[in-house]
């Protein structure tokens, strides 16, 4: 199968400061630095949804927010398509949230709490159509809310008025309205419940076969992980430390955090 | 795990506690009954909205009244009812014979103060001890509950220590005096997977050294597949099922659970879809003498709004709401 | 626009809040008899009758008359026009640009936010008061100067108010998502954090309005402020002073004014407070 590659991570590192205070100064300590990402390698093939497990403070979620440029880049480099992405361009912006968007963890702070589902969608579709009349606006975000399940009289609500499953499909449709090539997902649904986890995740998986959508999803839970993807990436204190086919990883772990995380899930008596 | 027919040692009676929440009156728990065991682990299980929560802190009446409301039922501990003891008679109960601990570790420790002076603050034997003596025994707790170094841990702050540590050392404060019910309220869903594991071992390992009786309150059902003997699982304020944790999962008798059970991603099942349950999640809401979850069940009809459902039990030890269990279809 | 400010006013009052909806009425009260002030009485409020001085309130001179001759009660409210327009420019307009200096400092950060940092500083470095009488001490008395010196010195509560929450809310997710859109700053700043923190200030302004009216009444009282023979609350008061024990009603019924016009900006304070307090609440989880 000829694997169309979207997205290539190449020795990156990714490295979070704290600022000398006075005092700091005063005793002649050095900048404080803590490698957040260290020497990651990873690729992304076109319709793949690669799964990257973590626990907190293994930089997966560093690892997003530095795709969309919002962190700087130490060393290394991300390539799309084959070309560098220069994040220092300015017009970089614009490209950057065409070809990628994000799918966030809390459906509480995901969503702007001042504005209504129908006004946080609407200024999405105009924003990145700007052609389109109000018609072809309001068919449009039909169109997106049937797909992510979302029921279409309810778009007047405010997110405080909407539950955790519902304020993540508008999350997840605020994300396709854009049509990006490529869909983070950090952690899209850890603060879900469980019987809403189910619904959520075959929404994606129906995305991800409908739309061709490529995916890098982020989790620290090694099932939903296994139920997602095909290849699986285990990140621990910033660096990729396993990466594999999902059932080799499971079947046959090498490295001992794997080992341990795998330990660690909790089983059902089956 | 402790699987023996003990002496009950806790036994809630047809609880109901309401919430005025704006004008409106919220029930959260309905007509609750179970008993919990001597030694024996017992989860309790259910999404947001389920009423775990509540039912937890009304074991030692810790809602505030207003806007809690306890409507009926009793909850009977060495043959008193908790919900009409004096607050001295109820301080002495939690001190002594029930504690309790909560989800987020760094909200139950005042961040001003050093964990040591809270981990021993207000001990029984405090009036004895000097301060040097209660800190040789604050250090004793914290080596029993896993903490490295605690001589020099004890003077740190609250925001110097790991999530999983700050559980530990709440875990150390609950266990103090010997308490013969301990209540543990998601204690580990704001922990990393990795620390999780560690935390239950703990719990397990002193529930089995001190016989204590333990309430594991979860949203996670694998949390308490693992740890505990009998399963109990919520919805939209009512108990819908309560069995010993095989037989729940071997034969589940209520379509919420199969529904819950089918939910979770299984390893190594190369799944291609999770059968989840249609619509969307019923919390808390008015009073029902019917099924609560009869809206999204897939066997229900006509005859289960008509029901004036009882908890019966339909086989040894093994309770359901659902009047027609018969219907289930369920495979492993 | 206009619409939509009447639409929240509706709103607010509707909500089952007492002490907004007194204080919305009595504020109210006191706005129209402003507006309405030609109708409410036929007298000119610098007619100087020499016939009727100092005469105590009656029917025909609802507040009695001054020394002047002057009806004190067509004076009283011909100066609520006056003081309105002194609370809302005093308090609204350094909102604005203090708001506007609060949200870029606390988005951008770095330089841009030690720069307007220092300039706060510097501002808030000097009492209030010592620093407006010494501006109007250079630029002389009268309204217009007031205005001056309270707009070189009276947003940075602003500023600060709207940087410290500005800090919070930019990292949260929405803004987060936002910027992944592709949005601007300028929107992201405006459209999208503004609303969210927004009610501090306006909560604050409340207050603002009420010790504004009353700071200028003060400058006016010392003579620093509005020049007779022009109505104003405090100016009033003082000329009044003079006679505070036989014709009492030329400072206190002025006076009066004031007190009510504060009470009733404080219970929407309060109210607003309350009301917003509750949205911010999180669920209690069960």
């Known amino acids: ?270 | 795990m402790n699987m023996s027919a003990n002496s009950k040692i806790l036994s809630i009676n047809n609880l109901s506690v309401s919430f005025d929440v704006d004008k409106n009156k919220i029930i959260a728990n309905q007509n609750i009954s179970l008993n919990l065991n001597e030694g024996e682990v017992l989860g309790i299980v259910g999404e947001s909205g389920s009423g775990k929560t509540v039912l937890c802190k009304s074991i030692i009446k810790l809602l505030p009244t207003p806007p809690a409301k306890y409507l009926s039922g009793e909850i009977m501990y060495n043959d008193k009812n908790i919900l009409t003891l004096s607050d001295e008679a109820l301080r002495e109960i939690r001190k002594k014979e029930i504690a309790m601990i909560f989800q987020n570790p760094m909200s139950s420790f005042n961040p001003v103060r050093t964990v040591g002076s809270q981990v021993v603050e207000n001990l029984d034997l405090k009036k004895k001890f000097s301060k040097k003596e209660a800190k040789f025994f604050g250090i004793d707790l914290l080596n029993k509950v896993g903490i490295h170094s605690p001589e020099t841990r004890y003077d740190e702050y609250p925001h110097q220590w790991s999530g999983g540590m700050l559980q530990r050392a709440a875990i150390a404060m609950a266990i103090r005096n010997n308490p013969k019910i301990l209540l543990a309220d998601e204690p580990t869903t704001a922990l990393d997977v990795t620390i999780q594991a560690q935390i239950l071992s703990l719990l397990l390992g002193i529930q089995k050294k001190n016989n204590m009786s333990m309430i594991l309150v979860s949203h996670d059902l694998a949390v308490v597949a693992e740890t505990c003997d009998r399963i109990g699982v919520m919805y939209a304020g009512k108990l819908v099922e309560i069995a010993n944790t095989q037989d729940l999962f071997k034969r589940p008798q209520h379509p919420y659970t199969v529904g819950l059970i089918n939910s979770i991603p299984r390893i190594n099942s190369n799944q291609k879809r999770l059968k989840s349950i249609a619509g969307t999640l019923k919390s808390v809401s008015s009073h029902t003498n019917f099924c609560p979850f009869v809206e999204r069940c897939e066997y229900s009809n006509q005859d289960c709004y008509n029901k004036n459902v009882l908890f019966k039990e339909v086989q040894k030890n093994h309770f359901t709401l659902c009047p027609y269990p018969e219907r289930i279809i369920f495979n492993n | 626009m206009k619409l939509k400010l009447i639409n929240i006013i509706k709103s607010e009052y509707n909500s089952s809040n007492t002490n907004l909806k007194i204080g919305i009425f009595l504020f109210l009260i006191i706005f129209l008899i402003g507006i309405f002030a030609p109708f409410l009485t036929s007298y000119d409020p610098l007619y100087q009758d020499y016939n009727s001085l100092l005469l105590p309130p009656s029917f025909d001179h609802f507040f009695g008359t001054d020394n002047y001759g002057r009806d004190v009660f067509t004076r009283t409210i011909y100066a609520t026009r006056l003081d309105l327009k002194i609370g809302f420019y005093t308090t609204y307009i350094p909102l604005i640009y203090g708001v506007m200096i609060g949200a870029y400092s606390g988005y951008y950060g770095g330089f841009i936010d030690t720069i307007m940092m220092r300039l706060t500083d510097t501002a808030m470095a000097f009492p209030f008061l010592i620093l407006i009488i010494f501006i109007l001490s250079i630029l002389g008395p009268g309204i217009h100067n007031i205005y001056i010196s309270i707009f070189l010195v009276a947003w940075t509560m602003y500023a600060r108010l709207i940087r410290a929450e500005m800090l919070v809310e930019k990292d949260k997710d929405y803004i987060v998502a936002a910027q992944v859109l592709g949005y601007g700053s300028n929107r992201i700043i405006f459209k999208h954090a503004m609303p969210n923190i927004i009610t501090s200030c306006i909560i604050f302004s409340m207050f603002d309005f009420v010790l504004n009216i009353l700071l200028v009444s003060g400058l006016s009282f010392l003579g620093l402020g509005v020049q007779p023979p022009q109505p104003e609350w405090g100016a009033m008061v003082a000329e009044g002073r003079d006679f505070i024990l036989d014709a009492w009603w030329i400072a206190t019924l002025p006076g009066m004014f004031i007190v009510i016009t504060g009470f009733a900006l404080c219970l929407i304070g309060d109210g607003l407070s309350e009301r917003f307090g509750k949205r911010n609440q999180y669920t209690v989880s069960v």
């Open chain 1, 1 to 270: 199968m000829k694997s169309n590659i979207l997205l290539q991570i190449k020795n990156l590192t990714v490295e979070f400061s704290k600022d000398k205070s006075l005092f700091d100064i005063f005793k002649g300590n050095s900048k404080k630095t803590l490698k957040a990402i260290n020497g990651v390698d990873l690729s992304l093939s076109k319709g793949e949804i690669l799964g990257l497990v973590g626990e907190s403070g293994s930089g997966k979620s560093s690892l997003i927010k530095t795709i969309v440029g919002i962190n700087k880049i130490k060393d290394g480099k991300i390539l799309y398509l084959g070309k560098e992405i220069d994040y220092k361009n300015r017009k970089i912006k614009k490209f950057l949230s065409k070809k990628f968007q994000v799918v966030f963890q809390d459906p509480y702070s995901s969503l702007n709490p001042s504005m209504t589902v129908f006004a946080t969608l609407k200024e999405v579709i105009k924003f990145h159509n700007s052609e389109l009349d109000y018609k072809a606006v309001y068919e449009k975000m039909i169109s997106l809310l049937t797909m992510v399940g979302f029921n279409k009289d309810l778009i007047y609500r405010k997110p405080k008025s909407l539950s955790g499953g519902q304020r993540q499909r508008i999350g997840i449709a605020r994300a396709l309205a854009v049509e990006p090539e490529i869909l983070l997902l950090d952690e899209p649904v850890t603060a879900l419940d469980v019987s809403i986890q189910a619904q959520i995740l075959n929404l994606l998986k129906d995305l991800n076969e409908k739309l061709n959508l490529t995916m890098l999803f982020v989790a620290h839970e090694l099932s939903i992980i296994e139920f997602m993807c095909e290849k699986v990436a285990v990140m621990y204190l910033g660096e990729i430390v396993e990466f594999g086919n999902k059932n080799e990883i499971f079947r046959n772990p090498k490295h001992p955090y794997t080992k341990k995380l795998i330990e660690s899930i909790p089983k059902l008596p089956f």
